[in-house]
């Protein structure tokens, strides 16, 4: 079980969602957005209880949820061979959870890098990415980009979210003339508060490159088939209207 995304906080469907203590949430790339929870179960025979120093405790692994497959592909003992061009973006797992992630490095054993974002109906293309520790954007992570509240009930509270308070937001290490691209060390800075992209601008440019590179490999959204009929939605006397699966 996974969340697909963080708490909705401030925009669009803003419901009072607390990321606390992250930055962000629904809608942007911040650690707030798209860092989440889940948890998962397994039977004896495929998770040992006895001798698992992951048994309640928590998977300290990178993961993406794309990576989700390729691990329940492994757990059930499935080969499966994709067709050129459209191989897995995702890595199994499913080692590191029976084993208990014994491994020296319980961090990037299995994936040290992730790209944020979608961009193929964005321009300017606003996407992140991350290489280990560092993580960079290209632009900025999206709204909100607030921080949620700790509830420590001084009353400071606004609009019924409070930002950190005495929290600077440091300017970014500017490209050019009209990109700035900040980059946040994630491991003493999880909560992204102080771009360090100015006295590291060889990292900014090395990660940008590499997520470049990433870029050039991925493959287009998909677009409506104009064959598919209008959409419609069905209505249950229950319920009211739904969403159903549709004609892509």
């Not at 629904?26 to 209880?49: C, F, N, Q, Y």
């Not at 993406?64 to 995702?90: K, M, N, S, Y």
């Not at 900040?182 to 090395?206: C, F, G, T, W």
């Amino acid at each position: 079980m996974s969340a697909d995304n963080g708490g909705p906080t401030t925009t669009g469907d803003g419901i009072g969602s607390s990321n606390y203590p992250l930055r962000g949430g629904k809608h942007s790339i911040w650690e707030g957005g798209t860092r989440v929870t889940a948890w998962m179960w397994a039977t004896p025979d495929l998770i040992p209880r006895e001798n698992n120093p992951s048994i309640g405790k928590n998977y300290t692994q990178l993961m993406h949820l794309v990576d989700w497959l390729p691990t329940i592909l492994e757990a059930a003992g499935i080969t499966h061979a994709f067709p050129p061009g459209l191989e897995l973006d995702g890595v199994s797992h499913w080692k590191g959870l029976q084993n208990g992630n014994n491994y020296k490095d319980r961090n990037f054993q299995f994936r040290d890098n992730i790209y944020y974002g979608y961009d193929d109906n964005s321009n300017p293309k606003n996407v992140g990415y991350r290489n280990k520790w560092y993580k960079i954007f290209n632009r900025t992570g999206g709204s909100p980009d607030t921080w949620s509240p700790d509830d420590d009930g001084d009353d400071k509270a606004i609009y019924g979210f409070e930002l950190w308070e005495n929290c600077s937001v440091d300017s970014g290490f500017t490209l050019d003339a009209n990109v700035t691209i900040p980059l946040y060390n994630l491991s003493s800075d999880y909560a992204e508060r102080h771009d360090i992209s100015n006295q590291n601008q060889d990292m900014v440019k090395n990660l940008l490159d590499e997520m470049h590179a990433l870029q050039a490999t991925g493959v287009p959204q998909a677009k409506n088939d104009p064959s598919c009929p209008a959409i419609t939605h069905p209505v249950y006397p229950n319920v009211g209207k739904i969403w159903e699966p549709w004609c892509g």
